[in-house]
């Protein structure tokens, strides 16, 4: 089994400190065959300040040091995390611009501005209703990410579900979803199951079957790990539900371009 961790961070993101030569150590120590990096850059600060351009330059110094070390042992892709892109599509098109880049996560971490911009991590949730709320306005702006192409693979779409402590169902988004499912595969873009380190798995088969009825072929594997001991947890098991719901192959990316290993 091809093993890969494709959602990971280092230093460079806010919320990390681990140089990447630590995260690519841990990847050979948990066998994984390829690790991808992708550090944050958000057009939106925690609390909706706007952003307006990434620095690139460590990312690409830090990749061109590590990466060629570890050649025959681990690939080592360079990829970004890139959130709220529909936010602001000039800015995100000069991001993107950078022909070093293999992969891009496209994610949602904050309300949209008009509701303040907070990311989903600092939004209370004192009941079933705030819950739902954030919800619908998470997958509203899922939906307008989803038609732009400033992403190769949508990230943890359940993501706000981490942080809320009420039973929650995604049955009222079931149409929204289709729509964001067909609009990525449509533009022969994916998702990706994020582990969480491990914590979540059976979460997504529901999710998998209903991005592969809506024509879904993509689908990445990442543990969204930010420290050393995160690398790789519960990849093996992804590829497992990943198979139970239909899919025949785990993607890749080089250079944009999806590239895909037999389950
Ligand atoms: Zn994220
Ligand atoms: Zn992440």
Redesign the pocket.
């Known amino acids: 089994m091809y093993l890969t961790d494709y959602?990971t961070h280092t230093k460079l993101s806010p919320d990390g400190s681990v140089p990447l030569a630590d995260m690519a150590d841990a990847a050979v120590a948990a066998g994984l065959n390829e690790l991808c990096v992708t550090d944050?850059c958000d057009l939106l600060e925690l609390y909706g300040e706007p952003v307006d351009h990434y620095d690139w330059p460590p990312a690409l110094e830090q990749y061109a040091a590590v990466a060629p070390r570890y050649a025959g042992k681990l690939t080592i892709r360079l990829g970004l995390?890139f959130?709220m892109a529909h936010l602001n599509p000039e800015v995100s098109r000069a991001i993107l611009d950078r022909p070093e880049l293999d992969f891009v996560?496209g994610?949602i971490?904050n309300l949209c501005p008009e509701k303040g911009g907070t990311d989903f991590y600092y939004v209370d949730y004192p009941d079933p209703a705030a819950c739902y709320a954030a919800l619908d306005d998470y997958f509203s702006s899922m939906a307008k990410l989803a038609v732009t192409d400033f992403y190769d693979v949508l990230?943890?779409i359940i993501?706000p579900l981490r942080y809320m402590d009420h039973p929650i169902s995604l049955d009222r988004y079931h149409d929204v979803l289709d729509g964001i499912f067909r609009a990525a595969a449509e533009r022969g873009r994916g998702i990706e199951i994020?582990t969480w380190r491990g914590r979540t798995l059976k979460e997504w088969l529901p999710v998998l079957k209903q991005f592969k009825a809506c024509g879904g072929e993509i689908v990445t594997i990442g543990s969204?790990a930010h420290t050393t001991d995160g690398v790789g947890k519960g990849c093996e098991q992804a590829c497992q539900l990943l198979a139970e719901a239909g899919f025949r192959y785990l993607a890749t990316y080089e250079k944009r371009k999806p590239v895909f290993h037999t389950l």
């Open positions: 959602h944050h995390e959130g996560l994610s971490h990230s943890h993501y994020n969204d």
